[in-house]
């Protein structure tokens, strides 16, 4: 009882210190407000009805920005599914004073390419439908040249704005910008005039871009087993009968004008909200948002009819088919946000799963009863689901995964888990609240779920208030009425699945004009900012370093909350030593002399606290976090499991079972295979980190006494100590040596083993053949090794060239010739000194324009467009960004960690500062022409061989065919 206590004074602590400073701030302006809210989020209307939510946070001068829109998917008409989201891409693409250089010209040829599209759409005729679709391709072509590459994305990008980027959901679509404060103004005048008109400039070339997007979401299994519990729990309800990407023959068959009334339908003042949190003034925010967006009109907006659907009365089962692992998806249908049952289903997710103490934490993960299983509520405006999920192991049906699951709901009904564990999950809800805090795009996304689902902003601030009063036996009540019989379960199988791609449409490449500006452009560009100060990290006064028995302890403060992070750091990892990283793999199943392995995470969640272990190619890591109050009783517990692990072969024999699995999983998943299997192959060759593992032999025949000697010589072994909390250095080393009694004499760690980067003398091209719609290719080029003078120019090439929605590469390859939805090429900087840089490139695109995309793609590595205007863009987004992010809590340490790695003992961001404000264009062209132009490739592809023309593949240089054995090792 008394550490619950202990925690509940600390939460209170902490709530109360967040919102001292600004509770009593007096402001011009008539906000709403809620009293004892720890995030002070100001709330105002404007008379159109536009709601604002203000959140003010110093702790960088940045401000997370999103503009909500409630029109989501749930409101497309059937018949044009989709429609929300073609919406969210067209905003991007300017407005009739944005993106244009002669907007009466080009609207004529905008309202005959409209028309077109709707002959098009009434079309049956295969002939005449294509005759017109050419007629649009030649009619686009045409507009384009009037049209100006996306203005709205440089503006923007030029004022330092980081994340730009938007979505469509079920109920809202989401625009995001992260910008530098000091240019709320400038950011708030171009989306005053964005949210205001609608242009669908360049639409057939972004249409293709959606349907990349759609043959993409093909590929994905897991999507369509999320899917089918949607569409068996809500038969009748948009959520469940329209997804949010649309059917594909609506997708090829778009009519401008539904667009344009959605558009007029649903934004307007009275039906979205700007949610602000970071670094701002209230009221000159709102004095610019009244000048920016004052004048917008309000209108009725239709409400949404909500469908009825019945509960269901016994399960229904889903099936879908495809080449990833098996696995499933189990849901149960509630109300929605901000109902009792939206709370009851919250409370009963984290009894189930909290990564730490929950029934399917403990009875099917830890305990080894599945490869791995857990829930999640998906909480909506008009219904919540409740998820579960889970993947088998070896031998075992998706049916048994399903049986086992409904086994824990059923501990639920009875009432069968410890008292103490639901103050604990209100105890875990709090301080991860309060976590949150610390995060501007936490706190905007609060305001998210107050305007979308209609929430009162004083019920979401007392949410854990309200659910605190529910008792055990309110829960047990609950749970035996509403999770009966009433659940889908949608099983993913293996077999062919029976999905399609949209197929290409013959489209001309349009005109990129990257040198015009349009008088908007022009205009706003003449509104001065003032600059901030750029904040870069002395690690030598920031970090405070002392020796505990001759280890290095390095302390950093927290000046937020009292929140503690204690690292023991190993400079070893699985390259060198496997079997420790085994081992580290293995302690978690484990118990001690005094604890079983289900008492070790009861008793850390119990007092707040977090234990783990991680062991990664080139170091281990086993950290605790939790409340400082409790670091004590954290360290003592963390110091005893290290000491008195005890062995269990049974554990270990299902854990090898496991690893084997999960490797055979990986063998089916198109990321493993071409991001790591592939991408390592292309790098090392066939000695690499991720082949280079214990093999099935070497893991059955392990002494598990072995490992758990290499988890007690943990602490006997070189290493480092990071603590990060608000108690003073001193008094943080003196808790740390009362636990970690280590004699001086530490043994040295073996000489890490290091791998040999492949030259790329010459195109290569690696292939693995996938049952997938769409090919991926990764392109890699060894640089030299690690030069700190390339560090500005490659940051700087990375904005203007390959990275973002206004680089080179975006325009050319998607915006220009819809020839992929992602495309990117970067400088990569290597993590260790010794290790080289890499131009890497990446293009996702359809099988039918893979001889396209690539030439698109080599012909940029070759010759770099060269464009003044977007280059000093570039330039000046890159130094916005580095004055307005700070470098702050835990992450000073980190930062200096990192650089410590490459030979630096200084903030690599202060010597970007200053170099890149003189890098010229022509150094940039030098940059290229010494880095990127000219060179060879080490290519990885991925894809299905029947879609291919491995004549490509092969015309790049030499073709490799590699079997999945090959490039996995096993």
């Not at 007096?26 to 009805?49: A, K, M």
């Not at 004052?294 to 239709?302: L, N, R, S």
């Amino acid at each position: 009882m008394k550490n619950k206590l202990l925690i509940l004074i600390a939460i209170a602590c902490i709530a109360s210190c967040t919102t001292k400073k600004q509770v009593t701030q007096q402001y011009e302006h008539d906000f709403e407000r809620v009293e004892g809210d720890p995030s002070n989020t100001l709330i105002y209307t404007l008379d159109n009805g536009l709601r604002v939510y203000l959140s003010v946070n110093e702790a960088e001068p940045r401000i997370q920005t999103l503009i909500a829109v409630k029109a989501g998917s749930k409101f497309d008409p059937s018949e044009t599914t989709g429609l929300a989201h073609y919406l969210e891409h067209m905003m991007f693409k300017g407005t009739h004073r944005i993106g244009t250089k002669d907007w009466e010209s080009e609207k004529v040829l905008l309202d005959e390419i409209a028309e077109t599209f709707e002959a098009h759409k009434e079309e049956s005729d295969s002939a005449r439908k294509n005759a017109l679709y050419a007629r649009i391709d030649s009619l686009s072509l045409e507009a384009s040249k009037f049209s100006i590459a996306n203005e709205y994305d440089k503006m923007i990008s030029s004022l330092g704005a980081k994340g730009t980027n938007a979505y469509t959901s079920n109920d809202e679509t989401v625009y995001i910008n992260d910008i530098p404060s000091n240019e709320l103004k400038k950011w708030l005048m171009v989306e005053g005039e964005r949210f205001q008109t609608l242009v669908l400039r360049l639409f057939h070339t972004e249409l293709e871009t959606v349907y990349e997007e759609f043959n993409r979401s093909q590929d994905s299994d897991r999507r369509w087993v999320y899917q089918g519990v949607l569409e068996g729990l809500l038969p009748n309800h948009p959520y469940g009968t329209q997804t949010t990407i649309g059917v594909g023959e609506h997708l090829k068959n778009p009519s401008m004008y539904n667009i344009h009334e959605y558009f007029n339908t649903y934004y307007v003042p009275n039906n979205i909200a700007i949610c602000l949190s970071g670094d701002l003034d209230p009221d000159a925010t709102i004095d610019w948002i009244e000048q920016y967006f004052g004048d917008w009109q309000a209108q009725d907006v239709p409400e949404f009819q909500m469908p009825r659907d019945e509960d269901l009365k016994e399960p229904i089962v889903k099936e879908t088919f495809g080449p990833q692992q098996e696995m499933l998806y189990m849901g149960f249908k509630f109300d929605g946000a901000g109902t009792k049952e939206s709370q009851m289903v919250s409370l009963i997710d984290m009894l189930l799963t909290n990564s730490q103490a929950g029934l399917i934490d403990i009875n099917l993960n830890l305990k080894q009863k599945v490869l791995s299983a857990g829930s999640f509520p998906s909480v909506m405006k008009d219904h919540s689901i409740h998820f579960m999920y889970g993947i088998p192991k070896e031998g075992q049906t998706l049916e048994e995964v399903k049986d086992l699951l409904l086994a824990e709901i059923e501990k639920i009904k009875a009432g069968d888990f410890d008292d103490w564990l639901l103050e604990a999950v209100i105890n875990d809800l709090k301080l991860s609240r309060i976590q949150g805090l610390e995060s501007n795009r936490n706190r905007a996304f609060t305001m998210i779920d107050a305007f979308i689902n209609d929430l009162e902003f004083a019920d979401l601030v007392f949410e854990l208030d309200s659910m605190a009063a529910i008792t055990k036996e309110d829960i047990i009540d609950f749970a035996n009425q509403y999770y009966t019989d009433n659940y889908v379960v949608s099983y993913k199988r293996m077999g062919e699945s029976d999905r399609h791609s949209v197929p290409k449409p013959q489209i001309t490449a349009v005109e990129v004009d990257r040198e015009s500006q349009s008088d908007f452009y022009a205009a706003f560009d003449t509104v001065r900012s003032a600059r901030l100060t750029p904040k870069f990290v002395d690690y030598e006064s920031s970090i405070s370093v002392s020796s505990l028995n001759d280890i290095e302890l390095s302390y950093v403060q927290n000046e937020n909350n009292q929140i503690f992070e204690l690292y023991y750091i190993f400079d070893i990892g699985s390259n060198t030593d496997k079997e420790l990283a085994l081992a580290i793999q293995y302690l978690p199943y484990l118990g001690t002399s005094k604890y079983s392995a289900e008492e070790l995470q009861k008793e850390f969640y119990r007092y707040g606290l977090e234990f783990g272990v991680n062991a990664g190619s080139d170091q281990v890591f086993v950290f605790l976090t939790g409340l400082e109050d409790n670091l004590d009783k954290g360290i003592e517990l963390f110091e005893h499991v290290l000491a008195n692990a005890q062995a269990d072969s049974l554990v270990y024999r299902e854990l090898v079972n496991d690893i084997l699995k999960s490797r055979l999983n990986a063998k089916l998943d198109k990321g493993t295979i071409l991001g790591k299997g592939l991408g390592a192959y292309a790098k090392y060759g066939a000695d690499n980190p991720f082949t280079d593992r214990l093999s099935t032999e070497e893991l059955e025949s392990m002494d598990v006494d072995k490992l758990i000697a290499k988890i007690k010589e943990l602490s006997t072994s070189e290493h480092r100590i990071f603590y990060y909390g608000q108690m003073t250095a001193a008094d943080a080393k003196v808790i740390i040596a009362k636990h970690h009694t280590n004699s001086s004499d530490l043994t040295p760690l073996p000489e890490k083993k290091e791998y040999l980067e492949l030259t790329t003398s010459e195109n290569k091209v690696f292939y693995t053949p996938y049952d997938m719609q769409q090919v991926e290719l990764l392109f890699l080029s060894k640089d030299e090794v690690f030069n700190p003078e390339l560090l500005a120019s490659s940051r700087l090439f990375n904005e203007y060239f390959g990275a973002g929605l206004s680089s080179i590469v975006f325009q050319e390859i998607r915006e220009k010739k819809a020839l992929a939805y992602s495309a990117y090429s970067y400088m990569a900087s290597p993590s260790n000194k010794d290790k080289s840089h890499y131009l890497n490139a990446y293009v996702g695109t359809q099988a039918d324009k893979l001889s396209d995309a690539t030439a698109a793609m080599f012909e940029l590595m070759n010759n770099m467009p060269e464009a003044e205007m977007q280059f000093n863009a570039a330039k000046e987004a890159v130094i916005k960004k580095l004055e307005s992010t700070w470098t702050t809590g835990s992450s000073v340490y980190w930062e200096y960690e990192s650089a410590r790695d490459l030979g630096l003992d200084y903030d690599v961001n202060r010597r970007i500062y200053e170099e890149v404000k003189n890098i010229t264009l022509d150094d940039l062209k030098a940059f290229f022409d010494g880095h990127v132009k000219g060179k060879s490739y080490h290519i990885c592809v991925i894809g299905k061989k029947e879609n291919i023309d491995l004549d490509v593949l092969r015309s790049m240089g030499e073709f490799q065919e590699l079997s999945l054995e090959e490039i996995f090792g096993y």
